[in-house]
């Protein structure tokens, strides 16, 4: 052994694998309800006919449909991260510093089940 990192034992690869299915659902749901809000805000602002540079409410359309669009963003990017990790969990490669190949950690891999590196390359 290397580092201080170890191999993960067959009970903290369970946890792990039910984190990660956790999560990834999570993710999913976050997806599609942010999607959801999105659309409620395109069509409440289709309906009001709102000019964005006089109507001060059409303004404010305009910026909760930049934050969701960002929300939405950030929630993809997290589904897809999550959907890759469950890749290597499938080719068995999970868990391992795709820099150094080490094994990445227990304590972090719990905290972020998406983590493709270890610490000292993270
Ligand atoms: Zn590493």
Not at 46 to 68: C, K, L, M, W, Y
Not at 84 to 93: F, K
């Amino acid at each position: 052994m290397r580092s201080g990192s170890t191999e993960l034992s067959s009970v903290e690869l369970d946890t792990l694998l039910d984190r990660l299915l956790e999560v990834a659902g999570r993710a999913s749901r976050d997806v599609a309800a942010l999607t959801g809000d999105f659309d409620a805000i395109v069509a409440a602002s289709t309906q009001s006919n709102a000019d964005d540079e006089h109507d001060p409410e059409g303004s404010t359309i305009a910026f909760e449909r930049a934050q969701v669009s960002s929300l939405i963003d950030r929630a993809r990017a997290a589904e897809s991260e999550l959907a890759q990790a469950l890749g290597r969990w499938e080719a068995g490669t999970y868990g391992y510093c795709e820099i150094c190949g080490d094994p990445i950690g227990y304590e972090r891999l719990l905290a972020r089940p998406a983590a493709t590196r270890c610490i000292a390359h993270a």
